[in-house]
Nanobody, 124 residues
């Protein structure tokens, strides 16, 4: 089992920035690919960004490309999502997820472990 805890969400004005963090338990964090997903009211949970275990490959949804950056620090067992130029349509609960690299694909949705989520609200 992998335990994931997100933090860093909050209320921000359009055009502002936030950085989300995902802290993972266990000593095998460096072997997992990671992803950020989000879910707005009435919408299906969708992919935001993913990253391989080494950080060598990243994938971004078209709606956030150029504004968001996913990164990881394996020494700290932490994955980050830097969000710049936030828009009201970015408002959602953001979830961190982990999967073994053997079952990972850049735009895949099948993850084995999920965090509890953190709320991001962007006002006009």
């Amino acid at each position: 089992q992998v335990q994931l805890v997100e933090s860093g969400g909050g209320l921000v004005q359009a055009g502002g920035s936030l950085r989300l963090s995902c802290a993972a338990s266990g000593r095998t964090f460096s072997s997992y690919a990671m992803g950020w997903f989000r879910q707005a009211p009435g919408k299906e949970r969708g992919i935001v960004a993913t990253i391989t275990s080494s950080g060598g490959t990243r994938y971004y949804a078209g709606s956030v490309k150029g504004r968001f950056t996913i990164s990881r620090d394996n020494a700290k067992n932490t994955v980050y999502l830097q969000m710049n130029d936030l828009k009201p349509e970015d408002t959602a609960v953001y979830y961190c997820a982990a999967t073994k690299e053997s079952s990972w694909s850049p735009s895949g949705r099948n993850y084995d472990y999920w965090g509890q989520g953190t709320q991001v609200t962007v006002s006009s």
